[in-house]
């Protein structure tokens, strides 16, 4: 069933207001997928925080304009799923990496992050970024990994003595 003009429109605005807040997008051809698996990937990336949708092409162009993937434009022809991540950079790769290791049909087509287009090659590098909770860890372990060494710096003279202490005081108890 074809869309009217006005559906078309407020297609195009979703999409548009979707691109403009999201973090990375990733284009893939889903060609040979049923819908059961169709199903199942929009499951998995509802779960994640990511927004997957099937536009025409003509319509994905007219959604991404004026946001910063834009560079995608190039890219859009064939049967193509957008995926955008909304939480973190990274999620639309991870869902579409892990859904394409069971399904081999869905082919990553390209990626694009702070207005720059990546190759499909690079999903990789793109789903191992790491999430939030992830890098505040990363950022309190590094932060926390000096004052560990000062304190054990400042505490070692001491427990030396005490050391050396106690292996007098055993010596002088074995004699």
Known sequence: MPLRL???????????????NAYSALVAEYRGLTVTQMTELRKQARESGVYLRVVKNTLARRAIEGTEFECLGEILSGPLLLAFSQEDPGAAARVVKKFARENDKLVTVGLAISGNL??????????????????????????????????????????????????????????
């Open 6 to 20: 006005e559906d078309k429109k407020a297609l195009v605005a979703a999409v548009n207001v979707v691109a403009a």
């Open 118 to 175: 990546l190759p499909a090659a690079d999903l990789d590098r793109l789903a191992a970024l790491p999430n939030l909770e992830q890098a505040l860890g990363m950022l309190a372990g590094v932060i926390q990994a000096p004052i560990t060494k000062l304190v054990r710096t400042l505490a070692e003279p001491h427990t030396k003595l005490v050391r050396t202490l106690a292996a007098v005081r055993d010596q002088q108890q074995a004699a």
